[in-house]
């Protein structure tokens, strides 16, 4: 049972045009009154946008005070592009790290694709972990990883992930409690005893299930399927029925005594606030 241990921190993505940084900062400001223990900055896998991750990570970690988690990716970088981004992070005094494969975007060529020095994750962990002191955060799956022929052959590379040095994980988003608990199980009974942070990302309209769930191939529960169908056609409706399942979700996670809740916020500070605000921890 939960002995109210559990870590609450979020997720935000760094702005695409540099105009949009004012706005970037105000949702931080307001993310930060809900003191998460971390916030995570994702990373373009194209490699490009670097700059704006670390950008927002030091503002994170620098004038708000709160440990900022910078996303990095293999795909798109070869061992000189992270050098650069290491350098950054360290003039930045960021030290936490969530190292990742990750995927191919739709505008990148196979011969970019495969020039990557680093092909999977746990490279990218050996690696950094011999250059800087990081604290190297990695990705897991509680449904498995889209590409792992099995979830034996997924649990396994897991492992070699936080052998190389990953001292704690986060999950994809799931929606479905009773996988991510079989997962846990199935995590401590292969070794693999790191802190587990679970990523919740709220669905607050029925376009999020056409697009995020499918493509990350989450499965949905019954009980959500219902609201969709019920609500789906009002968004009003469905984003309050979306945000009170994340928060009966979370809480569920919580009271099973979860390490760690990562909020998937998108960027949206009411919707995490309405969220954080109604958790018993
Ligand atoms: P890996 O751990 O390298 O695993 C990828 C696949 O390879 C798995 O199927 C695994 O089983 C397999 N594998 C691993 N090692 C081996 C081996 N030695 N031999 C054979 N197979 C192996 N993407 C972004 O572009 N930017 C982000 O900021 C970002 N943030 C994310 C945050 C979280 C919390 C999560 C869960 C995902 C994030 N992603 C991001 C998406 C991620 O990049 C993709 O899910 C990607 O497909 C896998 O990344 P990974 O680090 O888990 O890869």
């Known amino acids: 049972m939960n002995d109210n241990k559990t870590i609450l921190s979020m997720e935000v993505f760094p702005p695409k045009k540099e105009d949009e940084f004012a706005n970037a900062f105000a949702t931080l400001d307001q993310l930060a009154d809900l003191h998460p223990a971390f916030i995570s900055v994702t990373y373009g896998a194209g490699g490009s946008r670097s700059k704006k991750t670390v950008e927002i990570a030091d503002y994170i970690q620098n004038k708000l005070g709160i440990t900022a988690l910078a996303h990095m990716t293999c795909v798109g970088n070869k061992v000189s592009d992270i050098d650069a981004v290491c350098e950054q ?11 990742l494969r990750g995927d191919r975007p739709a505008d990148m060529t196979d011969e970019q ?17 011999g250059k800087n002191d990081f604290t190297l955060y990695g990705a897991c799956y509680p449904e498995k990883h889209f590409e792992a022929m099995s979830t034996r052959a997924d649990l396994i590379h897991l492992k070699e992930k936080v052998k190389a040095g990953a001292s704690e994980l986060i999950t994809q988003l799931f929606m479905d409690n009773d996988a991510f608990y079989e997962f846990r199980e199935k995590c401590l009974s292969n070794g693999i005893t790191v802190p587990i942070h679970a990523g919740i990302m709220p669905i607050t309209s029925a376009k ?35 945000i009170d399942f994340a928060i009966r979700q979370i809480q569920d996670l919580i009271d099973g005594g979860v390490d760690g809740v990562h909020i998937y916020s998108m960027n949206k500070p009411k919707m995490t606030a309405e969220i954080v605000s109604a958790l018993r921890f």
């Open 89 to 99: 992070l360290a003039a930045a005094n960021i030290t936490h790290v969530l190292a």
């Open 208 to 242: 999020q299930v056409a697009t995020t769930i499918s493509l990350s191939a989450t499965s949905i529960p019954k009980s959500f399927s219902d609201l969709v169908a019920r609500y789906g056609e009002s968004p009003e409706d469905m984003r309050k029925a979306g």
């Open 113 to 129: 694709y495969e020039s990557r020095d680093f092909v999977y994750a746990s490279e990218l962990i050996t690696y950094l972990k």
